[in-house]
């Protein structure tokens, strides 16, 4: 795991959620390309909650989540919701808005 | 007679709808809603989901609100409001105006609302992914009210929320699945589509019951309309069926279901004009009868109404007047020129006076309104003056549908129907179609004759009944209407003045034959006895020429005794022999 510095925006702290719907294997896949995107680009200032719907069904409504997996960006504001299974890390970056690590091209 | 609902909505099956095969074992999920209950024989498919597709602004959120609503209120079912487009308090508010207190529902748990939004502009997509998040939502509302009834309110909108079709074409289909495993009867809305029923084609998901719903404008009057596009396994009715929108809501009108089985009675009902009575087989209309009373401007139809009114409302019973050419005061100061007072019954509420501008709604409004108010009021008269400017506010097959409609719902209720029309010319031809509806047929006309207009009434038919085949003339004055027999004399019809100079001609001219009569009868007798003293004379005069014959005769054998008597004595004085011995004989004998 890196552990360097990012090139920017380095003050922000990342507060994500991350929706699923219990331990299918699109919802599984979504953790782990989520824990190792973070890893590889925001470590150290992000925070991630994983919401298995199944077990707070009344979450969804609050973040109006109607696909599965949703990721939220809560914090840096403004809100934003990637979907799908983060299999696309340059995609899931441009959702979070993150400025991709020097060296992960 | 009249039929007591005991708190119970009992849907009036229409067209045989229900006697069909099918509808007979599939079960069924009532709406509450007018009419489409009867369409649909029973409502939607049970524990299945119905689309309802129609373009922007037909009604499709209407016709799903008010099937949960009906369901939570009438039905004990609870329901989910899933919308895809409005957001929860604008649906709320909007429907609020329609008098469903959607907040008192949500409030009792009795509905529940939620708003799904995708904008996919804030939505990055990466990889695979589902609409579980839409099942969870949706699953634990109905979890949480024991919903039984679903409404996805354009569940299209996801399309332009998310970018991989397939994947939402795959996850539609398993939600429809998810909702019929759950035994959820369902509304899902879709758009109007360009070449298919929706946009998206929704209708290939579901497929057990499709409601088209659609909005025209025709003739600058919109028309909405709903049709039954499909429904699985059972029958239904299958023709574009107007529908309106008013303060309660969708009122669909199965105009082309009639039936022909509306209970008859054989009670009779008064005219309130005894020589029109007369002519309807002496006793007058049938009760639960529809009569149209046609005929040209000016000829007293308003008048016959009233009186069927008044006579109405004489026994006790209520009346109904719709009325679309003058207002309720206008009618009543009107006909009291004929010696109708309707206020007395408007005041004890036996009459009610319903006076609206033709031209104030459209004609589907008219006679959803019309059949509101016959349904509330529960009269057993109900009078509609004149149905003619209806006529002009729809097209002549709506105005046709809608008429049939209202004479077909009055029948079933067993009112009795007056329909008065403006006829332009002889009444026969171009006359409404719905007259082959009207069970008595009362024609009005003017007969025109030296310089003057006068009125003429004849029954041109009146099933059920001997009713007479005269035209009689119509007389309106402040006594009130009267029937006169018209003059038919010298083989042709007179009325009005020339009636009564044609009389007076008559009166005299019989007077005359009268007074010759009589001066014959005494030339007769005056001859008679110059006749009787002629032969009294006659008789003298024969009997004096007898006296006359018998005195000659009498004179002649006196003479023939003296000839005699002069020969005897010439004889004698000659001393004839034979003479002598005879005549001495003789004479010496005595």
């Given at each position: 795991m890196r552990r360097r510095p990012p090139a920017r925006a380095s003050a922000d702290r990342y507060t994500l959620r991350l929706y699923v719907a219990g331990q299918t294997p699109r919802s599984v896949a979504a953790i782990a390309n989520l824990r190792r995107i973070c890893d590889e680009h925001l470590s150290g200032r992000y925070s991630v909650e994983v919401v298995d719907l199944l077990r707070e069904p009344a979450r969804a409504r609050g973040d109006e989540v109607v696909v599965i997996p949703t990721l939220v960006?809560?914090?840096?504001?403004?809100v934003k919701r990637i979907i799908g299974d983060l299999s696309n890390a340059e995609r899931v970056l441009v959702g979070l808005d993150v400025q991709p690590a020097a060296e992960t091209a | 007679m009249k039929l007591v609902l005991a708190g119970v909505i009992v849907p009036r099956a229409r067209n045989g709808i229900t006697k069909t095969n099918g509808a007979a074992r599939l079960p069924k999920t009532p709406t509450g809603i007018s009419g489409l209950d009867d369409i649909t024989g029973g409502g939607l498919p049970r524990g299945r989901p119905t689309l309802v597709c129609g373009a922007a602004g037909c009604g499709k959120t209407l016709l799903a609100m008010e099937f949960l609503v009906h369901g939570a209120q009438r039905y004990g079912e609870p329901g989910v409001f899933v919308s895809f487009e409005e957001r929860v308090e604008e649906l709320i508010a909007n429907v609020g105006s329609l008098g469903f207190d959607l907040r008192r529902l949500q409030a009792t748990r009795k509905l529940a609302f939620d708003h799904v939004r995708i904008e996919r502009n804030e939505i990055e997509e990466t990889g695979e992914y589902d609409l579980e998040g839409l099942f969870v939502r949706l699953g634990h509302a109905i979890d949480a009210i024991g919903a039984r009834r679903v409404v996805l309110?354009?569940?299209?909108?996801l399309f332009a929320g998310l970018a991989n079709e397939a994947i939402l074409r795959a996850e539609l289909r398993r939600l429809f699945a998810w909702l019929k495993e759950r035994r959820i009867t369902a509304i899902v809305t879709g758009e109007r589509g360009e070449r298919q029923l929706t946009r998206h084609g929704l209708e290939e998901y579901v497929s057990d019951c499709v409601i088209l719903l659609d909005h025209r404008v025709e003739d600058r009057l919109a028309t909405r309309r709903l049709r039954v596009v499909k429904y699985r396994g059972s029958a239904h009715g299958t023709d574009e069926y107007p529908f309106l929108i008013d303060t309660n809501g969708i009122v669909v009108l199965p105009?082309?279901?009639?039936?022909?089985?509306h209970r008859v009675s054989a009670r009779r009902v008064s005219s309130g004009v005894a020589g029109l009575d007369a002519m309807l087989g002496g006793r007058g209309y049938y009760e639960g009868s529809s009569i149209l009373v046609s005929g040209e401007a000016g000829t007293g139809k308003t008048s016959l109404a009233a009186y069927f009114a008044d006579a109405t409302c004489r026994r006790g019973e209520r009346c109904l007047f719709f009325s679309f050419e003058e207002s309720p005061a206008q009618l009543i100061r009107n006909m009291r020129s004929v010696a109708i007072d309707l206020e007395p019954w408007t005041k004890r509420g036996l009459l009610r006076i319903r006076a609206t501008r033709p031209t104030s709604h459209g004609l589907e409004m008219h006679l959803a309104t019309m059949e509101h108010e016959v349904a509330t009021f529960r009269p057993t008269a109900v009078v509609v003056d004149p149905i003619s400017p209806l006529v002009t506010r729809g097209s002549i097959g709506d105005v046709d549908h809608m008429l049939l409609h209202l004479v077909d719902d009055l029948k079933s209720r067993g009112a009795t129907a007056f329909f008065t029309s403006l006829a332009r010319?002889?009444?026969?031809?171009?006359?409404?179609?719905?007259s082959s509806l009207m069970d008595s047929w009362i024609f009005l006309r003017n007969l025109e004759h030296d310089g003057e207009r006068n009125r003429g009434l004849y029954v041109l038919k009146s099933r059920g009944m001997a009713h007479s085949n005269q035209i009689r003339e119509f007389v309106l004055h402040d006594g009130g209407i009267e029937l006169r027999d018209v003059y038919t004399g010298g083989g042709t019809v007179l009325t009005g003045s020339a009636r009564l100079v044609r009389e007076a001609r008559d009166r005299a001219a019989a007077e005359e034959r009268r007074l010759e009569v009589e001066r014959k009868r005494r030339q007769s007798e005056r001859r008679r006895a110059a006749l009787a003293a002629r032969i009294v004379a006659l008789q003298a005069e024969l009997a004096a020429e007898d006296d006359d014959l018998r005195a000659a005769a009498g004179g002649e054998r006196s003479r023939d005794r003296e000839r005699a008597r002069d020969r005897r004595d010439l004889l004698l004085s000659r001393h004839a022999d034979g003479v002598n011995g005879g005549a001495r004989g003789r004479r010496m004998a005595p």
């Amino acid at each position: 795991m890196r552990r360097r510095p990012p090139a920017r925006a380095s003050a922000d702290r990342y507060t994500l959620r991350l929706y699923v719907a219990g331990q299918t294997p699109r919802s599984v896949a979504a953790i782990a390309n989520l824990r190792r995107i973070c890893d590889e680009h925001l470590s150290g200032r992000y925070s991630v909650e994983v919401v298995d719907l199944l077990r707070e069904p009344a979450r969804a409504r609050g973040d109006e989540v109607v696909v599965i997996p949703t990721l939220v960006r809560r914090l840096p504001p403004p809100v934003k919701r990637i979907i799908g299974d983060l299999s696309n890390a340059e995609r899931v970056l441009v959702g979070l808005d993150v400025q991709p690590a020097a060296e992960t091209a | 007679m009249k039929l007591v609902l005991a708190g119970v909505i009992v849907p009036r099956a229409r067209n045989g709808i229900t006697k069909t095969n099918g509808a007979a074992r599939l079960p069924k999920t009532p709406t509450g809603i007018s009419g489409l209950d009867d369409i649909t024989g029973g409502g939607l498919p049970r524990g299945r989901p119905t689309l309802v597709c129609g373009a922007a602004g037909c009604g499709k959120t209407l016709l799903a609100m008010e099937f949960l609503v009906h369901g939570a209120q009438r039905y004990g079912e609870p329901g989910v409001f899933v919308s895809f487009e409005e957001r929860v308090e604008e649906l709320i508010a909007n429907v609020g105006s329609l008098g469903f207190d959607l907040r008192r529902l949500q409030a009792t748990r009795k509905l529940a609302f939620d708003h799904v939004r995708i904008e996919r502009n804030e939505i990055e997509e990466t990889g695979e992914y589902d609409l579980e998040g839409l099942f969870v939502r949706l699953g634990h509302a109905i979890d949480a009210i024991g919903a039984r009834r679903v409404v996805l309110d354009t569940v299209e909108s996801l399309f332009a929320g998310l970018a991989n079709e397939a994947i939402l074409r795959a996850e539609l289909r398993r939600l429809f699945a998810w909702l019929k495993e759950r035994r959820i009867t369902a509304i899902v809305t879709g758009e109007r589509g360009e070449r298919q029923l929706t946009r998206h084609g929704l209708e290939e998901y579901v497929s057990d019951c499709v409601i088209l719903l659609d909005h025209r404008v025709e003739d600058r009057l919109a028309t909405r309309r709903l049709r039954v596009v499909k429904y699985r396994g059972s029958a239904h009715g299958t023709d574009e069926y107007p529908f309106l929108i008013d303060t309660n809501g969708i009122v669909v009108l199965p105009v082309s279901s009639l039936r022909l089985e509306h209970r008859v009675s054989a009670r009779r009902v008064s005219s309130g004009v005894a020589g029109l009575d007369a002519m309807l087989g002496g006793r007058g209309y049938y009760e639960g009868s529809s009569i149209l009373v046609s005929g040209e401007a000016g000829t007293g139809k308003t008048s016959l109404a009233a009186y069927f009114a008044d006579a109405t409302c004489r026994r006790g019973e209520r009346c109904l007047f719709f009325s679309f050419e003058e207002s309720p005061a206008q009618l009543i100061r009107n006909m009291r020129s004929v010696a109708i007072d309707l206020e007395p019954w408007t005041k004890r509420g036996l009459l009610r006076i319903r006076a609206t501008r033709p031209t104030s709604h459209g004609l589907e409004m008219h006679l959803a309104t019309m059949e509101h108010e016959v349904a509330t009021f529960r009269p057993t008269a109900v009078v509609v003056d004149p149905i003619s400017p209806l006529v002009t506010r729809g097209s002549i097959g709506d105005v046709d549908h809608m008429l049939l409609h209202l004479v077909d719902d009055l029948k079933s209720r067993g009112a009795t129907a007056f329909f008065t029309s403006l006829a332009r010319e002889e009444g026969r031809a171009g006359e409404l179609a719905v007259s082959s509806l009207m069970d008595s047929w009362i024609f009005l006309r003017n007969l025109e004759h030296d310089g003057e207009r006068n009125r003429g009434l004849y029954v041109l038919k009146s099933r059920g009944m001997a009713h007479s085949n005269q035209i009689r003339e119509f007389v309106l004055h402040d006594g009130g209407i009267e029937l006169r027999d018209v003059y038919t004399g010298g083989g042709t019809v007179l009325t009005g003045s020339a009636r009564l100079v044609r009389e007076a001609r008559d009166r005299a001219a019989a007077e005359e034959r009268r007074l010759e009569v009589e001066r014959k009868r005494r030339q007769s007798e005056r001859r008679r006895a110059a006749l009787a003293a002629r032969i009294v004379a006659l008789q003298a005069e024969l009997a004096a020429e007898d006296d006359d014959l018998r005195a000659a005769a009498g004179g002649e054998r006196s003479r023939d005794r003296e000839r005699a008597r002069d020969r005897r004595d010439l004889l004698l004085s000659r001393h004839a022999d034979g003479v002598n011995g005879g005549a001495r004989g003789r004479r010496m004998a005595p």
